[in-house]
Nanobody, 118 residues
Framework: QVQLVESGGGFVQPGGSLTLSCAAS????????MNWYRQAPEKEREFVAG????????NYADSVRGRFTVSRDNDKNMFYLQMNNLRADDSALYFCRASGGGTGPYYWGRGTQVTVSS
């Protein structure tokens, strides 16, 4: 059974930091690209950051580049998002997604909530 379980969300003040984790199981994690997406209320889900299966290349949305960092541990089947200098507009439900390539399969977690507010 495929599972992606996000954790690490919470409430943080502007300028603060959080690290999100995504625990994967039920599929060959080391062969899948991994991504973080987010969705704020009344907005479409948007790409945040991604990393290829080997971990040797990553990419970021312009809105988070320089503040967020993705990483993965293929031995532990874990995917991470380090978020620094958080802003109010980073508040959203954050999802991890596993991608088996251009045509899939794609697997989604249920999300973890991040709220940035003073």
């Amino acid at each position: 059974q495929v599972q992606l379980v996000e954790s690490g969300g919470g409430f943080v003040q502007p300028g603060g930091s959080l690290t999100l984790s995504c625990a994967a199981s039920g599929f060959p994690f080391k062969d899948f690209g991994m991504n973080w997406y987010r969705q704020a209320p009344e907005k479409e889900r948007e790409f945040v950051a991604g990393m290829i299966s080997s971990g040797r290349w990553s990419n970021y949305a312009d809105s988070v580049r320089g503040r967020f960092t993705v990483s993965r541990d293929n031995d532990k089947n874990m995917f991470y998002l380090q978020m620094n200098n958080l802003r109010a507009d980073d508040s959203a439900l954050y999802f991890c997604r596993a991608s088996g390539g251009g045509t899939g399969p794609y697997y989604w977690g249920r999300g973890t909530q991040v709220t940035v507010s003073s």
